[in-house]
């Protein structure tokens, strides 16, 4: 019985190659999806952060700094809030206070640090309102609370100023504004407290930064009140407080104002060389726990993720190089004298069972011999032994006699000495047989 001829393939070797890598693509694009974040879930929830596209986000204020050039990342762990450049908190009402002034006091030899303090409870539009977007919010009246336990020595201040809409009106180094709701303003109050934008009213500070005796000559030059003797400190960073944020959310950042107030503040807060920008979002409930697959598309574990993707590229290579018809199969015993005798070498090997055959292989040796010779077939085995013996030192003086050699091969227990005896018994039995 023959194997049949295999069936060729019904796909060219492009094909093959197509789906392959068409495969591989997408499989190395969702690991990167998984472990970048992106399969998360959307941000975008109505909620007053970076990901809110809401009149009371931050998404507008996001993508106008990436247009000036500067590097803008969304933080979802705890982990990424230790990255240096400026560092964007913007916690909703009733943020814990003590894990707050944690993370400031944690940056103040990281980076800068702005806080962006919230003023609007936000109700989602609903979907079925004509021209409504998904993200959508209506912003029915202000929610303004202290969070105890963070910068206690502030104050933020809630003025409702009903029927005098020029409270809305704000001014900064060279920008002047409106706050979107001219009836509700924020401000704060405090004695480290420098004011950068103050209300054009009042005076009352809008957004300002706070005097620890750290040198930051870049929000020294926009303040509107330069402190009188500055700090000495080359090693702290600063913090800086927006206490309205209606400067900066979506809804304010409508205005063109707005936008050179953003990006003039972030500016003087990261200094001359900054341009990393990062939004928390942990404190808005939008935290993750960092996983392997974040890790391993993360420096330094993204060296040895690429020298993985480039040995199975390599393997994949050689695979497709192989590509074809099937090699036809052959019998796993074949026919004849030598596989019976392979197969049978075979299962003596496997039991360790060779110094078994070393008696036998002589004995018959031994018969082979006598019968060659037409010495007597009935007589003992010593005799016969000695009679090879006789016949072997008349032809061949001086040679090791067979029973000598008979009688190492049948001691031998290692293969190499049964291997060395049987053929110094091999070569006697050709000697004396041709």
């Not at 707005?258 to 939004?279: H, I, S």
Request: net charge positive.
């Amino acid at each position: 019985m023959t194997a049949g001829a295999a069936n060729p393939s019904p796909f060219s070797p492009r094909t093959v190659l197509a789906l392959v890598l068409f495969g591989g693509a997408v499989f190395v694009a969702l690991l990167w999806m998984i472990g970048a974040g992106m399969t998360a879930g959307n941000t975008n929830n109505g909620g007053g952060h970076v990901g809110g596209k809401g009149l009371n986000g931050y998404a507008a204020l996001a993508s106008y700094l990436e247009k000036r050039g500067m590097t803008v990342t969304r933080v979802r762990s705890a982990a990424g809030l230790d990255g240096p450049g400026l560092l964007v908190l913007t916690p909703p009402v009733g943020a814990e206070g003590k894990e707050l002034q944690a993370i400031v006091d944690k940056r103040k030899q990281v980076g800068p640090t702005l806080v962006i303090l919230p003023k609007w409870a936000s109700v989602p539009i609903a979907q079925n309102r004509k021209g409504a977007k998904q993200g959508w919010v209506d912003l029915p009246f202000p929610q303004v609370a202290p969070i105890p336990g963070f910068f206690d020595d502030l104050t933020v201040e809630m003025k409702d100023a009903k029927g005098a809409p020029a409270n809305g009106q704000w001014s900064a180094q060279d920008i002047t504004g409106s706050l979107p709701d001219p009836k509700v303003v924020i401000a704060g109050r405090g004695k480290r407290l420098v004011p950068l934008v103050a209300s054009a009213a009042d005076g009352r500070t809008l957004a300002g930064w706070i005097a620890d005796g750290g040198i930051y000559p870049g929000l020294e030059d926009l303040s509107l009140n330069p402190p009188e003797t500055y700090g000495e400190d080359e090693d702290s960073y600063p913090v800086v407080f927006v206490f309205d944020p209606d400067l900066l959310d979506n809804w304010g950042m409508a205005r063109p104002e707005n936008a050179r107030l953003a990006e003039a503040l972030f500016r003087a807060a990261m200094g001359d060389d900054g341009k990393a920008v990062a939004f928390d979002l942990t404190q808005n409930g939008l935290g993750q726990s960092a996983n392997l697959l974040t890790l391993a598309f993360t420096p330094p574990f993204l060296a040895a993720t690429l020298c993985l993707l480039i040995a199975a590229l390599a393997v994949g290579w050689r695979a497709f190089v192989r590509f074809g018809p099937a090699r036809a199969g052959v019998r796993a015993i074949a026919f004849g004298k030598r596989a019976l005798v392979s197969n049978a070498a075979g299962l003596i090997r496997r039991t360790r069972r060779l110094h078994l055959i070393a008696p036998p292989y002589a004995d018959h040796a031994r018969e082979r011999i006598a019968r060659a010779l037409a010495l007597p077939r009935m007589a003992e085995a010593a005799e016969t032994e000695a009679a090879i013996d006789r016949a072997l030192e008349a032809r061949v003086p001086g040679t090791v006699p067979f029973s000598a050699i008979a009688a190492r091969l049948r001691a031998a227990r290692r293969p190499n000495e049964m291997l060395g005896a049987a053929q110094d018994l091999h070569a006697l039995e050709r000697m004396l047989t041709r």
